[in-house]
């Protein structure tokens, strides 16, 4: 398989280092890249050892998959063009701009019968991994991902860059249909929301709540699940996994467990704490290489265009909520 990298900023550094590393690996063919920054990309090429492309119609013409990653606003006409001439993408979050995008992509997609991958890259995260077969009818959600001020993302609101993260990851684990959300977001440094909270209710009866910051003092990025009979806890910043059980107390109860004695009859509680294994993975190497198995396979890739489809469209409707109490608070100060 052959790779063609699109895009050569912060992100696309980090893809090219990796696919170096696949290469080196014998995961893929060869590797080119292209960037409208011509002195940067003929330095990588250098750097690297790999091939340089005069312009993005030939490198879509030389390789069988295109690594977008490029600004936002340019994916849709990048991916169009590829998947015009058949080749499978992968293409960075957001995937594009507007849900209507999106379904175009889908759309022609199908009718190439080419593979489509978006980089919702927490869903590789080494510590949401290990907590995959854990998941069982979640009652809530909380999430708290607070990030060091980075003016670069600023051009989209915190809810596009940041929060998009956890809405896919919230989707994946809790795929009833969202019912009822409630949002209120504020701009501080930024023309775009840097801080927002979401709660968000579904048509089973969970709860979501999601706050996102731009504007903190220190970096956290933390995804709590309450089930029935358990409490999942993951670190996706520090990779770290806990599982607390909750099982009726019975002869098999060791002498030295934990017990939660709630009174008022209600029976005595054992509290079972365990930690997944941590595999000691890169999740945007991981990505990569699932979206190269995928296409081998023939396999449909683990993040697909409808899952980016269904964040972009509630991302959305949750920037409109936002702007909206925005105009009432407006509107309630100027009578």
Request: some cysteine; proline content about 4%; glycine content about 4%.
């Amino acid at each position: 398989m052959k790779i063609g990298l699109v895009g050569l900023g912060y992100l696309g550094k980090i893809h090219l280092k990796l696919l170096v590393e696949l290469l080196k690996e014998g995961k893929i063919s060869s590797i080119g890249i292209f960037d409208i920054n011509e002195a940067e990309k003929l330095r990588l090429a250098n750097e690297y050892s790999v091939k340089s492309y005069n312009s993005l119609q030939e490198l879509i013409l030389d390789n069988d998959i295109v690594d977008i990653v490029t600004p936002g606003e340019t994916h849709f006409d990048i991916a169009h063009m590829c998947l015009k001439h058949k080749r499978h993408i992968f293409i960075e979050k957001p995937a594009t701009k507007t849900v209507e995008q999106s379904v175009e992509l889908k759309r022609l997609a199908e009718e190439q019968n080419v593979l489509i991958q978006v980089g919702h890259v927490e869903r590789f995260n080494p510590a949401f991994v290990a907590t995959q077969k854990f998941f069982h009818q979640p009652i809530f959600i909380e999430v708290h991902r607070l990030a060091l001020y980075n003016p670069r993302g600023t051009d989209v609101s915190v809810t596009l860059d940041l929060m998009i993260h956890d809405l896919d990851l919230i989707l994946n684990v809790n795929p009833h249909k969202v019912k009822n959300i409630y949002a209120n977001g504020i701009e501080i440094v930024s023309p775009t929301t840097d801080i927002a909270n979401v709660r968000l209710e579904f048509e089973n009866g969970s709860v979501a709540n999601i706050t996102t910051s731009r504007l903190s003092l220190k970096n956290m990025r933390k995804f709590r699940v309450f089930q029935k009979t358990a409490y999942i806890s993951i670190d996706l910043l520090e990779k770290k996994s806990e599982i607390v059980h909750i099982k009726e107390v019975d002869n098999t109860t060791p002498e030295d467990a934990l017990i939660l004695s709630p009174g008022n009859g209600i029976p005595d509680k054992e509290i079972v704490i365990e930690k997944p294994e941590i595999l000691p993975i890169n999740a945007i190497k991981e990505e990569l290489q699932s979206f190269i198995y995928s296409i081998q396979l023939g396999k449909k890739p683990i993040v697909t265009i409808d899952d980016a489809i269904q964040v972009i469209d509630l991302a959305y409707k949750i920037e409109d909520i936002i702007y909206q109490n925005k105009l009432a608070v407006l509107s309630s100060n100027t009578h």
